[in-house]
């Protein structure tokens, strides 16, 4: 049978990482609104339209007067002023505090014209038989308890960079100069299938020799994210035709698929044949780290194929370490490798192999880093245990005690 005949060289991590970001299409831009916008990326710089605070107000309960008025203001000695008249948070004071008068504030009420300063209401008394007048019990600088305008925000001042991550602190302060809607970056849409004729739907009786399917849910978890779109498509036998056929659609669907499994050596591995044939081409096939070896990248009109090895644990990590980072370029994202997180082993990590290893870690509350259980890539249970990825080079043996950057994903 005509198998996909080019040889392909073993790639380096960082020479597949950068291949695959430099095949990633230009962004494209749409506009949301800012409720729908967490987690998207943002596709220009924002200006602010206007100064926060955009007017002197109160910081606290109390009185707006001059703070000539009440310098020699004491306990036993208080400034008697008049007051002139209230002003509610969302109102504002049509006339000008003159000297010796004050005007009731509260948190957040405009500072009224003449007034320089606030004195807080606990230093303040009102006699029960006096109630036009305000007993000063304490003197203010100018300024005191004022939050001025422009001293967060100045008009026309960034706000937030193109390429920036929408985080619940950068919608608030978009939200806080008035916006609405904001410029992001497109959404690539990724078609998510599995190959083996082993494979069958979770919630059906397992049949004999069969194995569930897990691969497409997970992906499609770190998938949305990543603010990608996943589209899950049926189980594929293996076989050529079905190969061949569920690309095709996948394809004619997405911008971009993500298949699992089938990218071996075997005879039954059909995924780089079906991809050459319908006209993709294939840009490499393997990359030298472990889990996930024989990790396939192709292109195909202005589409991306990403075939991932078929064990679980492969096809978590390569999504993570090369299809994440390409699914955050894509939307314009400036940072687009996992985050990274600073700890400390609290046991030896060791690589015997001859390929850099992403092992497995849990890394807890104070920074202690251990391994999350074996590291077979067919062990699930320690991707489900694992909160972060180490990368422990070939032949390797890191000792507990030193520092490591825990590559995070939850
Ligand atoms: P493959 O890459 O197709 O050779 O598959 C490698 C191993 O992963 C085999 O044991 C498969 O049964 C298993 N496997 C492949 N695809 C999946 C999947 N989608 N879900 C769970 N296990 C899988
Ligand atoms: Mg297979």
Redesign the pocket.
Same mark, same amino acid.
């Given at each position: 049978m005509g198998r996909a005949s080019r040889p392909f060289s073993m790639l380096e991590f960082e020479e597949a990482l950068a291949r695959v970001l430099a095949a990633v299409p230009a962004p494209t831009r749409e506009n949301v609104s800012l409720n729908d916008s967490a987690g998207r990326v943002l596709a220009e710089q924002i200006r602010s339209p206007l100064d926060l605070p955009s007017f002197d107000n109160s910081s606290m309960d109390g009185y707006a007067l001059r703070a000539a008025d009440v310098a020699s203001a004491k306990l036993n000695s208080p400034v008697c002023l008049r007051l002139a008249g209230k002003v509610a948070a969302g109102e504002t004071f049509t006339g000008e505090v003159m000297a010796g008068t004050c005007v009731r504030l509260f948190t957040g009420s405009p500072l009224p014209p003449g007034a320089d300063a606030v004195v807080m209401q606990e230093e303040t008394r009102v006699e029960p038989n006096a109630a036009g007048e305000v007993l000063i019990l304490a003197p203010v600088g100018p300024g005191e308890n004022v939050r001025s305008r422009a001293e967060d925000v100045q008009q026309g001042s960034t706000l937030a960079e193109a390429g920036e991550l929408l985080t619940a602190g950068r919608i608030g302060l978009l939200a806080a100069v008035g916006l609405n809607r904001v410029p992001v970056g497109r959404q690539p849409v990724v078609g998510l299938l599995?190959?083996?004729s082993?494979?069958q739907e979770p919630g059906q009786p397992l049949a004999p020799g069969r194995?569930y399917?897990? /691969?497409?849910i997970a992906l499609a978890a770190i998938l949305k994210r990543a603010g990608a779109v996943p589209v899950t498509f049926p189980l594929v036998v293996d076989q050529l035709a079905a190969t061949s056929t569920a690309l095709a659609e996948a394809f004619s669907q997405c911008d971009a698929v993500v298949t699992?499994?089938?990218?071996?050596v075997?005879e039954m591995?059909f995924i780089k044949h079906a991809f050459e044939q319908m006209g993709g081409e294939l840009q490499f096939w393997k990359v030298a780290i472990k889990p996930g070896r024989p990790f396939v990248f192709g292109r195909y009109r202005g589409k991306l194929l990403f075939g991932l090895?078929? /064990?679980?644990v492969s096809a978590l990590v390569t999504f993570l370490l090369l299809v994440r980072p390409a699914l955050l370029r894509w939307q314009g994202a400036t940072d687009v490798s996992l985050p990274t997180h600073p700890g400390v082993l609290a046991e030896p990590l060791v690589n015997h192999g001859e390929r850099r290893h992403f092992m497995r870690v849990r890394l807890d509350s104070t920074s202690k880093v251990r391994s999350a259980g074996a590291q077979a890539s067919?062990i699930l249970s320690s991707v489900a245990a694992a909160n972060g990825l180490v990368d422990v080079p070939a032949d390797t043996t890191l000792s507990a005690g030193a520092a490591v950057a825990v590559l995070r994903w939850d």
């Open positions: 599995a190959t083996g082993e494979l194995i399917e897990s /691969n497409r699992s499994g089938g990218v071996s075997g591995d090895p078929g /064990n679980p067919h």
